[in-house]
């Protein structure tokens, strides 16, 4: 790398890195670092590329190394820059001749003004304006400065500043977690409207969280500056105005997790959301009317949490299950645009890790037309018709750090259609194409990363001890495995204290697709380490 150790090198850097001269920045890498010589073709141009290790990076130099070895006034420099950039083979003749002639005015031989020329009118096409290229070198500064000294306070600004893009959000949430940043879902009692620094990490706002507008959210924000913490949804229902949070809202703010600081399970609210909404419109309109319940001449003037003192409210949850993680998952994507506590593939890294060869924010490196795998999970699907009726599809592949679009033709797209549905996790094989705007992955070959995984595991084997062994235990440990289905074997290895083991192999119906999931699954109802995959 370039290891800058001064601000010239970060302006040089700025003006190289760009597809004209990029071809040139491990040239100017290796002179910085003293690994190639450093010459210059005439005395004069010295102390021109000096600061740029001898290489022509900006459009100031050419100019300058026309005025001092070749005569030209500056604006003539400034007009045979320009002329350079077109390249008019008429001009350009006359253009060398002036060059020449100037040059030898300044006892510079003709071989050597000729090649000094050469020179200035290859890089003249590409060279950078050094003015502009030292302000963004000097705002590249501040912000690496801001990012090195205050990282949490700085992607917060760069999260709440790209908000409307998601690639751009989801690559800086991986980079907060590559920080050691903790990016934390949205919360009625810690969401401002925008990201924000918390003690744990960086707070999601509420303007991430869709048909939840800006009314609503100045709403919950200014009740709970007003009258503390909302202690519970019934709580925040009877505080916030519901005229101003209407019950679309409300459920999103459910399925984004913004109310799990209240203790209750997202399931559970949803189910009461109906009815609660109903209950505090009720009681809103009764306070306006000046109505109040008797139980309110017993409340503190707060009531409880500052709730005010109308009718009665039923605060009952439903005994039920929690929504299971892929569902709560599917919600938070849908409602934030992003998966905030957890990814779907989460559970697939090793695999992903294993059956890909680039992920999506490392496209820019492949080379156009090379051969391609990466693994994700299919984000959209868009089916067409060719003109010969033929079906064929243009997915959108999620990784764990971006999107891209994946183009499937119809011979593949007859062999993999089964695969081709919204939140499929797949491999996908193909070739890159740049375009013009974005690149994007011709697809060969589709599989399903399951199996691909199963394919490279022989056996699961199963630990399970006497403790273990009773039927209602082994009567949930079969519900698992039907609900992992697949082609892999399963052992039970049953041990007896002090005693020796015994292995079991389990009927077909009962084989296993191996994943993280299996394991976890199998991990919760039997203990850490009860399951090995070989």
């Keep these: 790398g370039l290891r800058p150790d001064r601000f010239e090198d970060i302006i040089a850097i700025i003006a190289l890195y760009r597809p004209g001269p990029m071809d040139l920045i491990p040239d100017f890498i290796r002179r910085k670092q003293g690994k190639v010589p450093i010459t210059y073709e005439v005395p004069a141009i010295e102390e021109i590329l000096k600061e740029t290790y001898g290489v022509i990076v900006y459009q100031e130099q050419v100019m300058a190394i026309a005025n001092k070895a070749g005569g030209f006034s500056l604006g003539q420099a400034d007009l045979m820059r320009r002329a350079m950039g077109k390249k008019k083979p008429e001009e350009m003749g006359k253009l060398r001749t002036q060059f020449i002639e100037g040059a030898k005015k300044r006892k510079i031989t003709e071989k050597k003004s000729e090649k000094l020329f050469e020179l200035i009118q290859k890089f003249a096409g590409y060279g950078f304006n050094k003015s502009h290229a030292a302000a963004y070198a000097l705002v590249t500064y501040q912000t690496a400065y801001l990012k090195a000294h205050n990282p949490t306070e700085f992607m917060a ?3 709440t500043s790209e908000m409307g893009n998601t690639d751009k959000v989801v690559r800086y949430i ?69 005229r101003k949070l209407n019950k679309r809202a409300l459920e999103c703010l459910i399925k984004a997790g913004a109310f799990d600081s209240t203790g209750a399970g997202r399931a559970q609210l949803a ?13 809103q309109r009764a306070e306006s009317r000046g109505q109040t319940s008797i139980f309110a001449a017993f409340e503190s003037p707060d009531g409880q949490g500052g709730r005010r003192g109308t009718l009665p409210f039923d605060e009952s949850l439903p005994d039920m299950p929690e929504w299971d993680k892929d569902l709560l998952l599917k919600y938070e994507k849908e409602l934030t645009g992003f998966y905030i506590t957890s990814h779907p593939l989460a559970r697939y890294a090793e695999a992903m890790s294993q059956f890909s060869t680039a992920s999506t924010d490392a496209l820019s490196e492949v080379a156009d037309a090379k051969e391609v795998k990466l693994c994700g999970i299919i984000a959209a699907v868009r089916q067409t018709m060719t003109k010969k009726g ?25 062999t993999a259609a089964a695969l081709i549905i919204p939140e499929s996790v797949v491999q996908v094989i193909g070739t890159l194409d740049r375009g013009d705007k974005a690149a994007r992955v011709k697809a060969t070959r589709l599989a399903g990363l399951a199996d691909l995984q199963a394919q490279s595991i ?22 698992v495995l039907h609900r992992h289905a697949g082609p892999c074997p399963v052992y039970l290895m049953f041990t007896i204290p002090d ?14 697709l191996p994943s993280a999931q299996l394991v976890g699954d199998v991990e919760a109802l039997i203990g850490k380490g009860s399951i090995a995959l070989e």
């Design 157 to 159: 600004a760069l999260l």
């Design 390 to 414: 033929d079906r064929m599809a243009y997915l959108t592949l999620e990784d764990l750090h971006g999107t891209v679009e994946v183009i499937v033709f119809p011979d593949l797209y007859k």
């Design 458 to 479: 022989a056996c699961v084997s199963i630990q399970v001890t006497t403790r273990d062994a009773s039927a209602e235990i082994l009567h949930q440990l079969r519900d």
């Design 174 to 242: 991986n980079e907060c977690r590559d920080l050691g940043i903790k990016v934390l879902p949205p919360d009625v009692n810690e969401s401002d409207q925008d990201f924000t620094v918390t003690q744990d990490g960086i707070r999601f706002g509420l303007a991430a969280i869709k048909n939840v507008g800006e009314g609503a959210i100045e709403a919950i924000i200014d009740a709970r500056k007003a009258q503390g913490p909302y202690i519970t949804f019934f709580d925040f229902c009877h505080r916030v105005d519901v």
């Design 499 to 512: 005693h020796s083991e015994s292995v079991i192999a389990v009927g077909p119906d009962l084989r296993v």
């Design 271 to 283: 189910a009461v959301l109906d009815r609660t909404v109903d209950q505090a419109m009720a009681a």
